[in-house]
């Protein structure tokens, strides 16, 4: 078993489907913004980290790339992981490549997520969370509405509405996304180990378009 690393622009379902992959195959779903969250502890770099993110700063490559390396170090990778949010472009995938040639991993494969820009839009503009559990539900698909309109299924908080959840904020990210991700996609094309899906259809069909995907690549 290897690794998979997700690319998605927003809405695709691509945190779902980490979830999903990740309690079937019983391997870690390792998200960037889990490993920046979890390294804010009382060391230098961990303080450092949590005043930067305060500030709404990006943290540097080298920082990331070290907590990387010390993540996939950890004993629960040696069976494959799923890598979500990283890389983003293509310097960061080569430097991907050496920390993995210095722990003796594969490069595994690289699946997308495609979707309909007109279905993203109705899945962020409709986006409903909740604050305490985090829940998700949406207010404009009937089959993802909560039984008790504004109300969480699970805990019965209040649902919240992101701030940057609106079309407009959309179209900026939406565009942004395969601006930046076109060269990276074209990148792992051209080392044959980049399958497409279609995220349009639903998290049932698209989670049985992977285990296709999964099988067909002797992953």
Known sequence: ??????????????????????????????STGDILRNAQDDTERGKYISSEMAKGHFIS??????????RLSQSDCENGYILDGFPRNIKQAEEY??????????????????????????????????PKCGSVFNDMIEESMP?????????????????????????????GY?????????????????????????KDITFNQIEDILRGSKW
């Open 1 to 30: 078993m290897k690794s998979i690393i997700f690319i998605a622009p927003p809405a695709a379902g691509k945190g779902t489907q980490a979830v999903m992959l990740s309690s079937k195959y019983n391997i870690p779903h390792i």
């Open 61 to 70: 490559d080298e920082i990331i790339l070290e907590l990387l390396t010390e």
């Open 97 to 130: 490549e050496e920390i993995l040639n210095k722990l003796n991993k594969d490069l595994g494969i690289v699946i997308v997520l495609d979707i309909d820009k007109e279905i993203a839009k109705e899945r962020i503009v409709g986006r409903i969370s909740c």
């Open 147 to 175: 039984k008790e309109a504004g109300i969480c299924d699970k805990c019965k908080t209040k649902l919240k509405k992101r701030e940057d959840d609106n079309a407009e904020s959309f179209e900026v990210r939406f565009e």
């Open 178 to 202: 395969l601006a930046k991700t076109e060269p990276l996609i074209e990148y792992y094309q051209n080392k044959n180990i980049l399958y497409r899906v279609d995220s349009s259809l639903g």
